[in-house]
């Protein structure tokens, strides 16, 4: 890394940056009143009084005698100094020129224009020109004087505070796409590889105030910014910078969260812009190293890395895949393992960072690439170890371990398989039949049983040894489901009832469909589509399970039937156009027969 600014200062014998020249001695101070006053009085102060001899020996030693009260003229002491224009007098331990340094710091320039400057095209043109003067001559200066760093530091110091101006920008997005067409967003890139770190980081900084969330910029606006900023090379030179930052030294961590915050800037704009960044291997490689850092403490870029990660995984299909195929689901599962028995401080960095570990291998297990890896690195084992003696992480690895079992295909398959052939059966179904459970751990659960019904081949040891867990001890577990549809079909029923009347009062609206539809999922729909796909599977499977179905719903006044309109209405919200919504409908069309 290049020597700080201030330490080029110093080598060169130029004054580093301004400092207020600390004030002198009081005693000094005094002094220098008394000696330069003109105070009136029998004790006169001034210098040559003090190396005049007196030759009064008869002189009364001490402090002189207050004078006689019906003396008016009498000396009282000195005179209190006279005010100055300002109304600020020079006694008391002030000089003149202190007072002058007083006022210099009040207002170093008064002959300055404070009126502020118009942001427009043409103020944009004019600090573009000067902007781009500046990196020349700082390029110049470098290479003419490349031993002698106290020719150029002067123009770097120019430079630093020019690239710092172009915050402003911010508040005018409206600038962007000219700020973009004058090539300075490519020059301002450029800087990322400038020799001295610390203008490489101002030049991050920036980007990242550009590319902020908080900046009312239209989506062309951000575009024109964003594309320049890909055109340039921005996530290329990104990683190289990252790579030379040393986070030991503050300015560098400080760097390292601008060059994150840029990466979590971009994927929050457009899913292609989230893509673009994923296809850079350089990039994902250093944040998954960095998330593996050992430190005592986690700190914020440790957590930031893992959050960016999450949020990568989160936007698309491609870029999870990306990441399974960097083998990120074995790194992350290595991470969250030391939470088997050890919960992170509650509300610290760790928490989160624990959280956006086990949020980024949901997204992971959600693809059929990370799902192999999820069993190749043994999370099945992990997840249920978890569940058994997990604290903080138990409703994190449960969740996890829903999406790992879900979605159609082998790689599902073979982690419903892994679930009963490593003895998951008895944690998963003890867990269920806890009572007071919250509601996200019952839907998970019934998300499992659900996509081992699905996926478990039919006649294999797994789904027998599934099937009987519902029969044992005269059909308790199914007892349950049928317990807790009821539950689910009471709660969605009274919104139904509402929405009915506020639909019955308007006309038909989109809008308002939307929102009834999220009221509806919010009751629970979602949830109690699961338990009666289910419940639907048993009643196929076996006809003992069957009656006791039958006979459980008839407490309630209620037949398969009400089951096979609740499955009925999920076949009509499936889209068929994709080959997973084609296999879901034929199967729920397949078990409708069974409902009759």
Known sequence: MMTSIDELFKASGVG?????????????IYKSARLTSNWHGSRHARAEDETAGNDNDDVEAGPARPPDEDDEDADYGPDLPPDDEDGRFFGGGVTAQENDVLDYVDDPDPSADTTSEKVDHAWLRRTALSFERRISKNAELRVKF????????????DLDADIKALSILSDYPELYPEFAKLGCVAS??????????????????????????????????????????????FLGLLVSNLERLDEEQEVDRSGVYFALSVVENLCGGQTVTAEQVAEHDNLLRWMLRRIQAREATVSQNKQYAAEVLAILVQTSSKNRRKLASLGAADIMLQLVASYRKRDPEKGGEEEEYMENLFEALTCLVDEAEGKVNFVEAEGVELCLIMLKEGKMSKDASLRLLDHAAGGPGQSGTEVCRKIVETGGLKNIFTLFMKKNSDSRTTEHLIGIFGSMLRLLPADSAERIRTLAKFVEKDYEKTERLVKLRGEYATRLSSVDDAIRTERSDMEKDEERDGEWFSRRLDAGLFCLQTLDVVLAWLVAEDSGTMRAIQKLLADRNETLGTIRDTIQEQIWGIDSEDAEGRDTRDMLLTLVKFLQ
Not at 16 to 28: C, G, I, T, V, W
Not at 200 to 206: C, L, N, T
Not at 212 to 227: K, T
Request: aromatic share 2%.
């Open 16 to 28: 580093s940056k301004r400092k207020l020249e600390p004030l002198r001695d009081h005693n000094e």
């Open 146 to 157: 490349e031993e002698e760093p106290q020719k150029f530091i002067s123009s770097e110091a």
């Open 188 to 233: 301002l890139v450029g800087l990322l590889a400038h020799e001295n770190t610390d203008i490489a980081i101002d030049a991050v900084e920036i980007i990242n105030e550009l590319t902020d969330e908080d900046v009312a910029a239209e989506e062309d606006q951000w575009n024109a910014l964003v594309n320049a900023l890909l055109e340039a090379d």
